[in-house]
């Protein structure tokens, strides 16, 4: 494969879609939302248990994917987990940013981390919607809404 | 006459457009829509240039011009499809537009609350929604032919399907998702045996293989010029006069009306009756210059070629580990969906699109084919006669890769 097919598969996110973290169905949880890209056929759902002071205590998510949303779905729950629900709001918001290049490069991405290895992703704008389904269902979760799609 | 698919090529401009990262391109995506050969685009660019003008109102030389070019390229539909006369050929925008219109017009009039509508389980979408409205609005049952697993309609459940509250059968000839070529001719004489009219959407099949709706005996045929290398918004209802005739019009205004005042209007003859407002005139002329191009190529060499192209397609891809392929019907058009390991087909798609090749990757508008084989989508090549072994060749080797990818 090319280079550029290696910007976005890269080695992390096949791992991530091989060996998915949190990849159950949280029981009991606080927060939990259904996400669908029509598109794909993704379909997952995000489980949180938030503590009373607004802390993000566990957090997973379950359902059938691509590469790219399950990936990023495995990686968002390793990011958000310990994070208070405003910070988790803040992840989403630069995450968003980033795979829609709405970010400064010049900026580096310290708040993502990790999540960087999704930079590339503006470059196939069909495959945002797989890349971003997580986040927004999480969104949709902590907003209390119980059913979101990317179209 | 032998088939020379380079000297067809050639006739293809997009052919030689370079896919991502400057990848000579492989397009395999001609299920979806096919590409275009010179003629048809200059014809466009000529009629724009030279002949741009609204027809069947004036009497100014252009006008005259437009009008005789745009029945002209009736007259080549007809002869394409073998239909008795030019006013059976009614123009719209694409295959969705003319089944919308059979179910918006014969429908509302000849079905009743408790007839029944016989579709499909291989349906696009856009013959099974435009149905569901219909039976909204009037109380119609819509009952489903079901297939096996290689894809092939199951012709005896069809025939119990059959009762004397039939109205109408509509069929896909070629399906979009599977490649199966569905046996009409039968499904109509069964059809029209029950008393009810068969309409054939042939969206996939108008660039398979040669149409006689006369032999046939189909009451209505939809297709779209865009997928038989014609212009994207036109497309082409089939009906037979009869019917036609008994049929309210589908929508109201210029063109459609001998005359009009407040108290009365009265409708024009067939087809104007169903061709409200300006048409798509530069597209309808472009479909007619594809229907002579794809009858200058003749269909003998091309259905021999594009056989081949399936053998050798089939036979590469089952060397590919982990391939399942969606839809092994005995009579197949060249188009390859497939699952591969536990890969996802967007995976696939995104990923031999770095290679040059276009191949297209979802449901198809097909969802109940993905759940007849409990499967979210599938990756489909679908070629045309432009497309070569040595193309197959690649596209299979790319699998390969991508198969290396995800190990």
């Given at each position: 494969m090319t280079e550029h097919t290696d910007e976005l598969y890269q080695q992390v996110i096949l791992e991530h879609n091989k060996h998915p973290?949190?990849?159950?169905?949280?029981?009991?949880?606080?927060?939990?939302?259904?996400?669908?890209?029509?598109?794909?056929?993704?379909?997952?759902?995000?489980?949180?248990?938030?503590?009373?002071?607004?802390?993000?205590?566990?957090?997973?998510?379950?359902?059938?994917?691509?590469?790219?949303?399950?990936?990023?779905?495995?990686?968002?729950?390793?990011?958000?987990?310990?994070?208070?629900?405003?910070?988790?709001?803040?992840?989403?918001?630069?995450?968003r940013k980033l795979v829609m290049k709405e970010?400064?490069?010049?900026?580096?991405?310290?708040?993502?981390?990790?999540?960087?290895?999704?930079?590339?992703?503006?470059?196939?704008?069909?495959?945002?919607?797989?890349?971003?389904?997580?986040?927004?269902?999480?969104?949709?979760?902590?907003?209390?809404e119980k059913s979101v799609s990317t179209e | 006459m032998t088939f020379d698919v380079e000297k067809i090529r050639k006739d293809f401009p997009n052919l030689s457009t370079r896919g991502r990262d400057e990848k000579p391109l492989i397009y395999f995506d001609n299920a979806a829509t096919t590409f275009k050969p010179c003629q048809v685009i200059s014809s466009t660019h000529a009629h724009y240039c030279h002949r741009t003008a609204n027809i069947h109102r004036g009497v100014h030389y252009l006008s005259e011009e437009a009008t005789a070019a745009y029945e002209s390229s009736r007259e080549k539909v007809r002869s394409f499809l073998n239909a008795r006369d030019n006013f059976e050929i009614i123009f719209t925008k694409g295959a969705t537009e003319s089944i919308n219109l059979v179910a918006h017009s014969y429908g509302r009039k000849f079905i009743k609350s408790g007839d029944e509508v016989i579709i499909s389980e291989m349906e696009h979408h856009s013959n099974i929604v435009p149905w569901q409205m219909l039976r909204e609005e009037t109380g119609c049952v819509i009952k489903v032919i079901?297939?096996?697993?290689?894809?092939?309609?199951?012709?005896?459940?069809?025939?119990?399907?059959?009762?004397?509250?039939?109205?109408?059968v509509s069929i896909v000839h070629v399906s979009n998702s599977m490649g199966t070529v569905n046996p009409v001719k039968e499904i109509i004489a069964l059809a029209h045996a029950a008393g009810a009219v068969v309409l054939v959407d042939a969206a996939q099949g108008v660039s398979h293989e040669p149409i006689d709706v006369q032999d046939w005996d189909c009451d209505f045929l939809a297709f779209s010029g865009h997928k038989l290398y014609g212009p994207t918004g036109?497309?082409?209802?089939?009906?037979?006069?009869?019917?036609?005739?008994t049929m309210p019009p589908y929508q109201g205004g210029g063109d459609m009306i001998l005359s009009v005042s407040f108290d009365k209007t009265i409708f024009n003859r067939l087809p104007f009756k169903f061709e409200a407002g300006t048409p798509n005139i530069a597209g309808v002329i472009a479909l007619g210059d594809a229907i002579s191009y794809v009858k200058a190529v003749g269909w003998e060499g091309v259905s021999a070629y594009k056989n081949e192209l399936l053998a050798y397609?089939?036979?590469?891809?089952?060397?590919?580990?982990?391939?399942?392929m969606i839809g092994t019907a005995k009579h197949k058009a060249p188009i390859f969906s497939f699952i591969l390991q536990d890969i996802h087909p967007h995976d696939i798609g995104t990923l031999i699109d770095r290679e040059g090749v276009a191949i297209r990757t979802g449901h198809h508008c097909t969802q109940p084919v993905m759940k007849h084989f409990n499967i979210p989508a599938t990756?489909?090549?679908?070629?045309?006669?432009?497309?070569?072994?040595?193309?197959?060749?690649?596209?299979?080797?790319?699998?390969?890769?991508?198969?290396?990818?995800?190990?």
């Open positions: 973290r949190n990849f159950v169905k949280l029981c009991p949880c606080t927060h939990e939302a259904e996400g669908y890209n029509p598109l794909c056929g993704d379909h997952l759902s995000v489980y949180l248990r938030i503590t009373p002071e607004g802390v993000v205590n566990e957090v997973s998510f379950y359902g059938d994917g691509c590469a790219i949303s399950k990936a990023s779905a495995s990686m968002m729950t390793a990011a958000v987990k310990g994070k208070t629900v405003d910070e988790a709001k803040l992840l989403f918001e630069e995450f970010t400064d490069a010049a900026q580096p991405q310290q708040l993502l981390g990790k999540l960087a290895v999704f930079s590339g992703i503006w470059k196939y704008p069909s495959r945002v919607k797989c890349a971003i389904l997580a986040w927004h269902t999480m969104k949709g979760a902590l907003d209390k | 079901p297939f096996n697993d290689q894809g092939e309609l199951l012709m005896d459940e069809y025939r119990k399907l059959l009762t004397s509250r039939t109205r109408l036109v497309g082409v209802l089939y009906g037979k006069q009869a019917l036609l005739e397609g089939h036979k590469l891809l089952e060397t590919v580990p982990g391939l399942r990756a489909r090549a679908s070629l045309a006669f432009y497309n070569t072994k040595d193309e197959l060749d690649i596209f299979v080797k790319a699998l390969h890769k991508i198969i290396e990818v995800f190990k």
